[in-house]
């Protein structure tokens, strides 16, 4: 494939913090090193489909490293869903003479970032989302800040519980995976975590919450994300507000559906509180904002090589470059070794 002498870049998807960072590395990278022109698309793949485009230059960049969400906007549309693949973005590609595309998101996203780099658009895709859970990359930026504003927010949850003697459960983001409810129950010290890769047993959960109240510890904590099923005799499924536009679940309140089961089965007071996208929003930990610097900064460079149809990913301390079907062929969960050390300190 030829070198890319213009490179557009998206944000797809929910947004996670890192994603301002990571359009800087795009943009620092492309235009310093390479001496390369940037088009920014805005609200990700709408943007595309529409024509909604404006020149980034290093200076549309200054000030943004630390700054949550994506200044370039984004949104669920998907070429894939709500238009003709390659065939609707074309004219846009065409009029701003973009050779390259730097294409940001979660699974979604990059699945159709596949699927244009099949149709012959060359595209390199980078992994965000805070519900870390694309199997080839060690970690997805935006993660770290989810986990750290959900531990935050669960050890303010553990003075107020203490006050009141009350069971807490604290509903956490992730959707099919529990990475965020594992990383942060274990960080917070949870008393039980319940997660979509393991069977929830209300009993067990009731079971630790009487022993530990039994030894003189009135209150508890339960961390729950917010994508747990309730086997078919508590009723089943989650909890859902229909789908987004994508066709995803709208997820959150199975927390809702479980407080009164366990407060049936402990008689112990419970409250929930559902954290939602406090754990999306603001200002992204240093960790998160070196990480996405380093994928847009690679991003850059693969684009400008002429590489497609691949995924920055993190492997160790490196950065390389994955066959973006592997990266979109398997969602990663959280495996046994994690969630038994989380398992150790339940009760
Ligand atoms: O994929 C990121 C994520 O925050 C999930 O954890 C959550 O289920 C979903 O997006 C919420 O999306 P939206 O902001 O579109 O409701």
Redesign the pocket.
Known sequence: MAAARVIGVLTA??D?PGLNACIRGVVGRAVQTHGVEVVGIENGWEGLMHGHTRPLDRNAVRGIVGRGGTFLGTS?LDPYVHGDGYASVRHTIEANGIDALVVIG?DGTLRSALRLAEEGLPVVGVPK???NDIAATDVTFGFDTAVQIATEAIDRIATTAESHNRVMLVEV???TKGWIATYSGLAAGADAILIPEVDVNIEEVAEVLRTRHRHGHSYSIVVVA??VRLPEGLGGGTATQGL?AFG?E???GVAYRLAPLLEQLTGFETRVTVLG?L??GGTPTANDRVLATRFGAAAADFAVAGRSGIMVALRGTELVAVPLADAVAEIRGVGPELYGVARTFFG
Do not use: K
Request: glycine letters at 28%; proline letters at 0%; aromatic letters at 4%.
């Open positions: 998807g929910g996670c669920r979660g989302t805070i519900d983001m992730g959707r917010e994508g987004d995803f709208r997820l959150g996208h754990q999306r």
